[in-house]
């Protein structure tokens, strides 16, 4: 098994730009998670799934959208970076009897 | 609303010395789930050990272990025997055991940045 993957590892974007950082895990995990990282905030809860088809917004849901078209795949959508969103992304799963999330490798994000 | 509280910016240990992380948290709920995670300089998180709160026998990972403490609601790092790839930010966390979708999410500290000199 990979685990949970993510692309790309690094980004560059000009403010106003869009992207999709992208993540996948192939243990069959129901609930996949994206957090962003920075400095002396520790990890927040962008978005969330349960289930394919179903998402929700967590600690810092605005500017980002998400989608879950399939078990494995919950790729994060930023629509028009700003320089706010400099920031290390994880993706993370888990299954929905454990209790132990798997992390994706991040992506940094730099927002000119 | 629960919060986890880590009072240790910064430590250092020396190397094959232990060393002890603080983990404070705060909930009304009985049932939950306590984890460090571990994230060297790769930015990589880690899962180094997880405790259920309903067990009272302190969960061990080779040189890994915790001191839980339910009443107190302290759950301790020790870190035996340190070694040079030791040295990361470590994070303890929570979780809800009960609800679902958000009252399930991970609860994070701000994380403990851990030195190892040789």
């Known amino acids: 098994n990979a685990g949970v993957t993510q692309t790309p590892k690094f980004q560059v974007l000009k403010t106003g730009q869009s992207m999709t950082l992208q993540c996948a895990q192939d243990m069959n995990h129901e609930y996949m998670s994206w957090y962003r990282q920075d400095p002396g905030m520790g990890l927040r809860l962008i978005h969330y799934s349960v289930g394919a088809g179903i998402t929700d917004q967590g600690e810092v849901p605005n500017g980002y959208n998400v989608s879950r078209s399939t078990t494995e795949d919950f790729p994060l959508r930023l629509l028009s970076a700003a320089p706010s969103q400099t920031s290390v992304y994880f993706c993370?799963?888990?299954?929905?009897?454990?209790?132990?999330?798997?992390f994706g490798p991040g992506t940094r994000l730099l927002v000119l | 609303a629960q919060t986890v509280t880590q009072s240790q910016p910064e430590m250092s240990v020396q190397e094959a010395e232990t060393v002890t992380l603080s983990c404070t948290y705060d909930t009304s709920e009985s049932d939950y789930y306590l984890f460090w995670y571990k994230q060297p300089p790769s930015r990589q998180m880690i899962l180094v050990i997880r405790?259920?709160?309903?067990k009272q026998q302190n969960a061990t990972e080779n040189r890994f272990s915790v001191n839980f403490q339910k009443a107190a609601k302290s759950f301790s790092l020790k870190i035996s025997d340190s070694q040079l790839g030791d040295a990361a930010m470590y994070f303890c966390?929570?979780?809800?055991?009960?609800?679902?979708?958000?009252?399930?999410?991970?609860?994070w500290g701000l994380g403990t940045s851990l030195a190892v000199n040789p």
């Open positions: 993370a799963s888990r299954g929905r009897i454990q209790e132990t999330q798997y």
């Open positions: 966390a929570y979780r809800s055991a009960r609800g679902a979708g958000n009252n399930r999410k991970l609860i």
């Open positions: 405790q259920e709160a309903y």
